[in-house]
């Protein structure tokens, strides 16, 4: 997983907001292994997605709503901001040096998301209060990288896009939803067809082919850094781990200048008075568990620092697993939506799941001519409705008191199920407000503020009403808790 593939934030709002808002790090006090599963999970053996029928066990926890919004695939409907995005990034990287991968089936096995990438067993990516499970070894794929060692393996061409929906279980706000989509890209060269076997001199002539760019890049760390951000030693030379780093910069920066200028345009359509200051980019040392060395690609735009990308050097091992190992390369992953936001300024993730013709009309006919990219205009801002729910947590839980080994635990994100496959895209977020533990029995009360408010019409008292009572309903029922 991409650290920063979901978060376009502000680097100053992420610092100061903690890890709440910071890439998606483990963070072992946040993830439970034995989170309830969500709503209907047991009681059945079967279930349909995409058309497709799989048996499923005790760790099925998909709820339909998700599985009814599998067959969308935003990024492939035409003139809508998730596929313009794919296609103005997609420029960027021509065919045929790049094959682009836009219809893999969103299914994937245990292997494929997790082992096949080098993901511990007890990685928290694998948790169910992470991950959409259709049974123990199948699941809704969470990150375009689930297909990486199969597409390295095919070997179809020197470089690769995939563009895919992806899933996972998450917080409720104007920037989350358990569907969004990511793009995967990768550039590799192969020991065995470059002239003379020098990779390096390979890279640095295919760099001389790439365009240039006159937007100022801050890039202070070297190529890699022997405890930073190490080289693979036993498989690149420093000379070949360079040389693919700057085609990696190199692309990525013309990706970013690509998005950014259009982003630039579209602000200065809408507010004539709009500060159009000078792009800036820099690099950023990271970590991620298959690149090494790796580093996050941060842009200055309207006055603060986003981080926008992650992306390294293919760790030489995930070639060898999937039978290419005279190659290696570059990768990198970048969250579709969150740049459309940016790119259209668009306020509420929910919106691109709507199908009123308000939002969809004002991007019709943007596909074919990309020059004509324009910011959403809010067509109404409809008032929320603020009600709080608190409950005991069950003292058969870990979270709740018990003691007892192996106990099923509490997860946020249960709740934030419950809550969206009652309400919907009616709740706008739901949100922690207070949480109690008993001195004497141990137990812990928590309360949940939700804000039911639709991103296409009034909510009447009468409906929030309805959906609240229903939340309680479905909170004592699944996941056993004592409302207060």
């Excluded at 903690?18 to 709503?39: D, E, K, T």
């Excluded at 039911?452 to 996941?479: G, I, M």
């Amino acid at each position: 997983m991409w650290v920063s593939r979901f978060n376009i934030a502000p680097r100053s709002i992420r610092r100061a907001a903690g890890p709440a808002l910071r890439a998606c790090q483990p963070c072992w006090s946040h993830h439970r292994f034995f989170s309830q599963p969500a709503a209907l999970a047991s009681q059945q053996h079967q279930t349909e997605i995409n058309g497709q029928k799989y048996e499923t066990d005790s760790w099925f926890n998909i709820p339909p709503n998700v599985i009814n919004k599998v067959p969308r695939k935003l990024h492939l409907q035409k003139d809508h901001p998730i596929y313009i995005t794919r296609q103005i990034i997609q420029s960027v990287f021509p065919t045929p040096t790049f094959k682009y991968h836009d219809s893999l089936d969103p299914v994937v096995t245990t292997h494929q998301n997790f082992d096949s990438l080098g993901f511990e067993k007890d990685h928290p990516g694998r948790a169910k209060s992470d991950t959409y499970y259709v049974n123990s070894d199948t699941l809704l794929r969470t990150h375009t990288s689930a297909h990486q060692a199969e597409t390295f393996r095919a070997n179809l061409s020197d470089g690769y896009l995939i563009s895919a929906d992806v899933y996972r279980r998450d917080e409720i706000d104007r920037s989350h939803y358990p569907i969004f989509h990511q793009m995967e890209g990768a550039r590799s060269w192969d020991r065995t067809t470059v002239p003379n076997g020098d990779i390096a001199a390979a890279v640095w002539s295919d760099i001389e082919k790439l365009p240039k760019h006159s937007v100022e890049v801050q890039d202070p760390n070297p190529p890699f850094h022997n405890e930073r951000n190490p080289l693979q030693e036993g498989h690149h030379s420093a000379a070949e781990a360079e040389a693919i780093a700057a085609h990696l910069k190199r692309s990525l920066e013309l990706m970013v200048v690509e998005i950014f200028t259009r982003a630039k345009a579209a602000a200065k359509k809408a507010d004539p008075d709009f500060v159009d200051e000078p792009l800036q980019v820099r690099w950023v040392e990271a970590y991620f568990p298959f690149t090494s060395p790796s580093w996050e690609l941060e842009v200055y735009y309207d006055g603060d620092w986003l981080e926008c990308l992650g992306c390294g050097v293919v760790k030489q091992k995930l070639y060898i697993n999937a039978g290419v190992p005279n190659q290696l390369g570059w990768a990198f992953g970048i969250g579709l939506d969150r740049i459309a936001m940016l790119l259209f300024k668009i306020p509420d993730i929910r919106l691109f799941w709507s199908q009123d013709d308000r939002f969809l009309k004002q991007f019709r006919g943007v596909s074919d001519d990309l020059d004509s990219l324009r910011r959403f205009k809010p067509f109404s801002k409809y008032p929320g409705c603020y009600k709080d729910v608190s409950f005991w947590l069950s003292s058969t839980s870990a979270a709740g008191g018990s003691i007892k080994a192996n106990v099923h635990d509490f997860h946020t994100n249960d709740v934030m199920e419950i809550v969206r496959s009652v309400a919907g895209d009616d709740v706008e977020d739901v949100k922690l407000v207070d949480e109690f533990t008993h001195p004497k029995t141990g137990r812990r009360s928590m309360c949940y503020r939700i804000n039911y408010r639709s991103p296409e019409r009034t909510l009447t008292n009468q409906q929030t009403n309805y959906f609240h009572d229903k939340v309680r309903e479905a909170l004592v029922k699944r996941l056993g808790v004592e409302i207060r």
